[in-house]
C-alpha cells in the first residue's frame, strides 16, 4: 500500500486549517473540495486515493479541508467566500507556491472562479467540476433546488448519513447508481468522516 501523505496545518487569521501536499512537477495543483471532506479519511478509499495519486503522477498536489469540516478547526459560524479564500492563500504561501491551478469541485466552484478572478498573477489554470452558480431554485434560476428538495436532501441527511440513502450517489455519479459496491463505497466514505468526527450529520447539514 502506497504511502500516505502526512497531515500539517498552517494558521489562517484565527483558524488551523489542514493540509497535505504530494507528487512532484513543474505545475502546482490545489484540490477545493466540496461541503465535507477528510485528507486522512479519503485515503481509505481505493477510488478516491486512485485519483489523487493519479494527479500526482504529473504534478504538485495541494489538498486540504475546508473550515469547520475534516481535520480543520470548527466554527458554529458560516465562513464568507473570502475568508476560503484567504485560506488557500495562507496553504500556498506555506508550501512556497507562487502559481497553482485551482480545481474546485461542487461548492468548491464558486470559491475558485472568485481567487482566480481575484488573484489572477497566482493562478495558473481553472478546473470546475460540479460547481454551480448557487444552490436554489428562483424565477431567474430554475436549475437550482426547490424548497421541497432541499427539505428532502436535508432530511436524509440527517436520518441516513453513512448509507446509501443518505447522500444519493445519482447526485455526483449517475453513471455508475445502479452499481451497490459504487453506491456502499460512498456510504462507507461518509461513515469514515461521522466516526473521526469530521462531518457528523449537523455538520454536514450546515456546510450546505
Known sequence: MAEVPSTHYVKSDDV????????????DLIFVPGFVSNIEALWQSPNRSRFFRRLASF????????RGTGMSDRSSQIFT??????????ILNEVGSERAALFGISEGGPMSLLYAATYPERTSALVLYGAYAKRSW?????????????????????H????????????????????????EGLASYFRALRASSSAPPRCAIRSW
Open 16 to 27: 488551523y486549517i489542514a493540509y497535505q501536499v504530494f507528487g512532484e512537477g513543474s505545475l
Open 59 to 66: 504534478c504538485r498536489v495541494i489538498i486540504f479541508d475546508k
Open 81 to 90: 467566500l473570502e475568508q476560503r479564500m484567504h485560506d488557500v492563500q495562507s
Open 138 to 158: 428562483s424565477t431567474d434560476y430554475p436549475f437550482g433546488w426547490t424548497e421541497a428538495k432541499w427539505n428532502n436532501v436535508l432530511d436524509n441527511i440527517e
Open 160 to 183: 441516513y448519513w453513512g448509507t446509501p440513502q443518505g447522500i444519493s450517489i445519482t447526485m455526483w455519479a449517475p453513471s455508475i447508481a445502479s452499481d451497490p459496491r459504487a453506491a
